[in-house]
């Protein structure tokens, strides 16, 4: 039912695309402060990540608009009492619909569903020694949601803090990881082509 409702909500996105009057592309970059939440995180604390990408907005008029992004993000945790570093990096494309109070530009809302591609996975202990892992034993497509609040300036230049979670597990059924969920908060920094 989850993959229903993001399949329904990315075509919506995409059909919306098509009727904007207006699509301006940008570049985005910042830093996510991110952990694992579910069942038998408890000993779970947030680590640092990068964030970065393209951006495309399909405006429909001068405050409502859809933005589309392609992400490469790095996610993950650190296991206090064991001193274990999970590394996650996955290409993500989030689709947004966007509200900006004040003629496309000024502060702004946006929310929406992303798809998330699982392209590396690193376990290291505390001394940095890699720990060989099965990569079967992670999803390889993150479902998950994004909401965010920021302002953007006339210029092109935008800030935005940002939160993205997941609702599908980092493992699959049967394994160690299969109730920990991707919870990512961030500080992005992003730039339209072309101004207001």
Do not use: C, H, W
Request: proline content about 2%; overall charge neutral; aromatic content about 12%.
């Amino acid at each position: 039912m989850k993959k229903l409702a993001l399949s329904l909500a990315l075509l919506a996105g995409t059909a919306a695309a098509a009727n904007a009057q207006s699509t301006r592309f940008g570049l985005k970059a910042g830093v996510n402060y991110t952990t694992f939440s579910g069942d038998g995180v408890e000993d779970a604390k947030y680590k640092f990540g990068a964030v970065g990408g393209v951006a495309a907005n399909f405006g429909f008029s001068e405050s409502l608009s859809l933005q589309t992004e392609l992400l490469y993000s790095q996610k993950g945790t650190e296991i206090k009492n064991s001193n274990y570093n999970f590394k996650l990096n996955y290409i993500e494309l989030p689709i947004m619909f966007r509200y900006t109070l004040a003629d496309g530009k000024g502060p702004f809302l946006q929310a929406g569903p992303q798809i998330g591609y699982l392209a590396k996975v690193k376990l290291s202990d505390g001394d940095g020694n890699e720990i060989k892992l099965d990569n079967d034993a992670y999803q390889n497509i993150a479902l998950g949601y994004v909401a965010a609040v920021g302002y953007q300036l006339e210029s092109g230049l935008s800030i935005e803090g940002r939160f993205n979670g997941d609702i599908n597990s980092v493992g699959k059924d049967n394994d160690v990881n299969d109730q920990q969920r991707n919870r990512v908060f961030s500080v992005q920094l992003g730039y339209m082509f072309g101004g207001k």
